[in-house]
């Protein structure tokens, strides 16, 4: 059975344990955590955890660090390379989830012939409906891709890109979508209490609506515009909002292009930044 190494249980690096371990896949987890609350919680969760790699390895007896899986902060990442800097193998697999941290990145820092995998999973992967897009160097085997797509696809959908200029874009629309919805039932909510609901009834209105719709558009596979067309009738009270919601120049559009840009801009300054 082969060993994964998760560095971080934040809950990006939780939500993705959790999605592991309730898949069943076939694979040994270990969690590294320097903060005392979150180390504390992964037991609590099931996983052995430690504080930092050397007490790992002091504690238990494991000689293959098959997968290391970094779910740090970009910030943090440059603490946790000088961990590994210690007991790099060129044999063991890198897989980072850190936004804005090229492949160069890791080269310069680690090892110029690093074995690693970016890859931008969502908060969704706690409940097996994750969506990640990911990216490999070139050093990467067809086995070692085959690991990291059963990591991956076990807590929801894969895209795999054959560019890393991509990975950028996948941050921006799917690694943070997931606060953009979050965000929109908020607001829904928030309106429909305005307007005189009760704040129980307004979210409940709001996220089944978001719910509901969501899984019409899973089950029957058709198109997102034709179901959009399928609720606006001629003349009625969705096309009158729609006029507003669809302007072309103050309309949600424009606002999530510009939103999305300002994200894929982030990730990118994050790397010139560390």
Same mark, same amino acid.
């Given at each position: %059975? ?6 971080? +249980?934040?809950? $990006? ?63 943090? %990442? ?41 890859? %931008? ?12 897009? +990911? ?13 990291? +797509? ?32 979050? +965000? ?58 729609? &006029?507003?919601? $669809? ?13 999305? &840009? ?13």
């Amino acid at each position: %059975m082969k060993n994964i190494i998760l560095f971080g +249980y934040g809950k $990006m690096g939780s939500s993705l344990a959790k999605g592991w371990k309730s898949s069943n896949i076939d694979f040994n987890f270990l969690i590294i955590e320097k903060a005392e609350k979150l180390k504390n919680q992964a037991l609590v969760d099931g996983f052995q955890s430690f504080k930092d790699i050397k007490e790992l390895l002091t504690i238990t007896n494991i000689k293959n660090l098959d997968i290391i899986f970094l779910a740090v902060k970009p910030q943090q %990442m440059s603490l946790t390379i000088k961990q590994i800097c210690e007991i790099y193998n060129q044999n063991t697999l890198f897989i980072s989830i850190a936004a804005g941290l090229s492949f160069r990145w890791f080269q310069e820092n680690l090892n110029k012939n690093i074995k690693i995998i970016r890859a %931008m999973p969502n908060t969704p992967a706690s409940v097996g409906r994750g969506i990640t897009g +990911y990216c490999k160097t070139d050093n990467v085997t067809e086995l070692e891709k085959s690991d990291a +797509y059963k990591l991956l696809s076990s807590i929801g959908k894969t895209v795999f890109l054959n560019s890393e200029i991509l990975i950028d874009v996948v941050t921006s629309v799917s690694g943070s979508g997931p606060a953009y919805v979050f +965000y929109f039932v908020e607001v829904l909510a928030q309106i429909a209490k305005d307007e005189g609901l009760e704040e129980k009834d307004a979210k409940l209105l709001a996220l089944e609506t978001l719910i509901g719709s969501a899984q019409l558009l899973d089950i029957t596979n058709i198109d997102p515009k034709k179901l959009r067309q399928n609720v606006t009738s001629p003349g009625g009270t969705t096309e009158a909002a729609l &006029e507003k919601l $669809m302007c072309p120049r103050t309309g949600l559009f424009p606002l999530l292009k510009s939103t999305i &840009e300002l994200a894929k801009k982030r990730a990118q300054n994050l790397n010139s930044n560390n």
